[in-house]
């Protein structure tokens, strides 16, 4: 943990099909929300986009990073990753629409609702995703927001 | 509620003890962790039939009071570990996720 003008940088490597392992960044972010004594409503819709963000990439990706930069006015979650890239950004957004196998179904997962779920839980969402090199999922999380 | 008269009232299985009096205050059915995450809430317990490590981490994120797995399905041990580390109870029943719904409404959770 970085602490640099009151703004406090975690970062956590995330390892593709890593399912043990997986739901560890997002349960840390959530535990210093809480130390940091952040409102828990607030803290509710960080834990459910860092979740959603860290599954995507141990599902989908080759792995990538998770980072989460809390100031006093807001809370920045990137999730980075290594590729294969989303082929329609626009079919990933509808609720419903999943490109996961049966085998991820089954543990409940690959509901499509990842995406949506982030969208409905930020502030602001820009997603950068090139076929072949990656994605990266851009949030903020207002401290002060109108969906509280 | 408390759980643990949950715990009596359902006749469950206790996999992973709770540590302390905790609250039950809801309930929620689903095996879908997408939806579970968007929809939970605080202190609901959770009715499921899955049984993998990430459970607990879902358990964990909202605040859920306890899962309570259906069915009678084995619970991996990988989970009970974590749940034990993450103080998140675990019970589990041989009955269906409806059946066990019905009692915590009779019982008035």
């Known amino acids: ?148 | 509620m408390k759980l643990t008269k949950i715990i009596d009232e359902l006749n469950a299985t206790v996999v992973v003890e709770p540590k302390d009096e905790t609250e039950v205050e809801g309930v929620y059915i689903g095996d879908l962790l997408s939806l579970v995450m968007a929809k939970a809430q605080e202190n609901d317990i959770w009715i499921t039939i899955q049984t993998h490590i990430n459970i607990v981490a879902v358990a964990t994120l909202v605040n859920l009071s306890a899962i309570v797995i259906a069915e009678g399905m084995d619970v991996d041990e990988d989970t009970i570990k974590k749940a034990k580390e993450e103080n998140i109870p675990i019970l589990k029943s041989e009955l269906s996720a409806y059946e066990i719904a019905c009692k915590l409404c009779r019982l008035g959770v």
């Open chain 1, 1 to 148: 943990m970085n602490k640099k003008d009151d703004t406090i940088k975690l970062e956590y490597d995330i390892i593709q099909n890593d399912f043990v392992r997986a739901g560890e960044a997002s349960s840390n972010v959530k535990k210093i929300l809480k130390q940091l004594g952040i409102d828990s409503k607030i803290i509710r819709r960080v834990a459910i986009v860092t979740y959603e963000a860290e599954m995507n990439i141990v599902i989908h990706s080759y792995g990538g990073k998770l980072l989460v930069e809390i100031s006093s006015k807001k809370i920045e979650i990137t999730a980075k990753d290594n590729g294969p890239g989303i082929e329609d950004i626009e079919k990933a957004m509808q609720e419903g629409f999943s490109t996961a196998s049966n085998e991820i179904r089954e543990l409940g997962f690959g509901a499509g609702m990842g995406l949506p779920n982030m969208k409905k839980c930020s502030d602001v969402l820009k997603i950068d995703s090139e076929k072949g090199k990656g994605t990266t999922v851009y949030m903020e999380i207002f401290m002060k927001s109108n969906q509280n």
